[in-house]
Structures are given as C-alpha cells and as structure tokens.
C-alpha cells in the first residue's frame, strides 16, 4: 500500500483558482470511486471538504469541487481566499477495508 | 453534535506498548451507518490510516503495521481503543481518531488529537 502521490506544494493569488492532484494505482483511486479531500490548518485536524471524488459536505463551500480521471483524482479551489491558505490531502478507499493518503500538498495564498 | 476525544498518555519508551482511547459522546458508536479509525500524523509530516473497524468488533489494518496493531470497541462505554506494540521513534506521531462514513468511505468527525512522544 504506497501514498498517493501529491505535489509538494501550490500557490495562487486572491481571487484566481488553483487544482490539486492525486495519483494513485487502479487499486485505489482508478478502482473505486471514494476518494475524499481533507483541508488541515496548522497544528488543527483535518476537516473533510470532497467525498465520493465530488461530494461536498453541509457547510462547504461551492468553491471547492473534486474530479477524478483515470487513476489521478483533483481538489480545485476557485475564487482563492487567505483562509484556504492550508495543507491538503487526498485520501481513497484502497480494497478490503483500507485506506490510503496522499502525501499532502501545501496551498500558499500569495 | 458528534465529539472524539483521544486520550492517552504523551510520552512512551521505545519497544513499550502505546495504548490510546477515542471516547465518542454526542452519538452512538454502536450504529451501523459507520466505522471508527486512527489515523496518525508525524511532526512534519503526512496523515497516515492505521486501522478502522466497525461496532461489530471486525477490525481492518494498515498492511505495514498490522503485525504491532490492536484496534478494540467498548459499545457499553461508547469507546475504541488503539495499541501500538514494538514502538520506536518513527511512532513519534499526533494520533487521531475519526468517524469514517460506511456508504461513503470518508472521514467526516475527528477528534482534535493527541501528540505521542516515543523516547526514553
């Protein structure tokens, strides 16, 4: 069970957009169809944003949406605020009752 | 509204047993619309998933450290509990507990986390 992959890093200025990728295998993200995203500010837990690859949950906002093509699923932010400014990870059902995580991806707003 | 809490102790000797517990007030733990799990976070570093499991007692483990876990329930106190044997510094980690939705396969509750210090 490897991490999913995720750039390092991403920056966007107030007001622009900015996507987030997530690369796994066909044994976890190209295979099913519940990958999740969690945004986590310093030092606080992760808070689920995007479920089943482009659910959001009550209270999220309609600025964050999630895809998924083949084996790469997606976090896309638009209309970039200072407070999405975060680290953001992916995470997909890997088969048999596992999970896995991405490596998490720090969002800068400049 | 639903709240974890972790619970346990700050700072374990190397090769001891870590022992944590997620108390779940504001709900049952005992439905059948979820699962529970732990996951952990080193200083620095990424979430990994170390185990779930399901009111019933069925417990699921992350492959690379299944041999050292022990995921248990306690339905009559609304409780889970984690033990992680062997530990050595690596296990140095924030622990958290969370909800994990069955239909959906997210973690939609966590608990705030607890820091975990392996060293002599």
């Known amino acids: 069970q490897s991490a999913l992959t995720q750039p390092a890093s991403v920056s966007g200025s107030p007001g622009q957009s900015i996507t987030i990728s997530c690369t796994g295998s066909?044994?976890?993200?190209?295979?099913?169809?519940?990958v999740s995203w969690y945004q986590q500010h310093p030092g606080k837990a992760p808070k689920l944003m995007i479920y089943?690859?482009?659910k959001r949950p009550s209270g999220v906002s309609n600025r964050f949406s999630g895809s998924k093509s083949g084996n790469t699923a997606s976090l896309t932010i638009t209309g970039l605020q200072a407070e999405d400014e975060a680290d953001y990870y992916c995470?997909?059902?890997?088969?048999?009752?596992?999970?896995?995580f991405g490596g998490g991806t720090k969002l800068t707003v400049l | 509204q639903l709240q974890l809490q972790e619970s346990g102790p700050g700072l374990v000797k190397p090769s001891e047993t870590l022992s944590l517990t997620c108390t779940v007030s504001g709900g049952s733990i005992s439905s059948s619309n979820y699962y529970w799990g732990w996951i952990r976070q080193p200083p620095g570093k990424g979430l990994e998933w170390i185990g779930s499991m399901y009111y019933s007692g069925s417990t699921y483990y992350n492959p690379s450290l299944k041999s050292r876990v022990t995921i248990s329930v306690d339905t009559s106190n609304n409780l889970f509990s984690l033990r992680l044997s062997s530990l050595t510094a690596a296990d140095t980690a924030v622990y958290y507990c969370?909800?994990?939705?069955?239909?959906?396969?997210?973690?939609?509750?966590w608990g705030q986390g607890t820091m975990v210090t392996v060293s002599s």
């Open positions: 969370a909800r994990l939705l069955s239909d959906d396969d997210a973690f939609d509750v």
């Open positions: 995470c997909s059902y890997a088969g048999s009752s596992t999970w896995v």
């Open positions: 089943d690859v482009r």
């Open positions: 066909n044994s976890d993200v190209g295979g099913y169809d519940y």
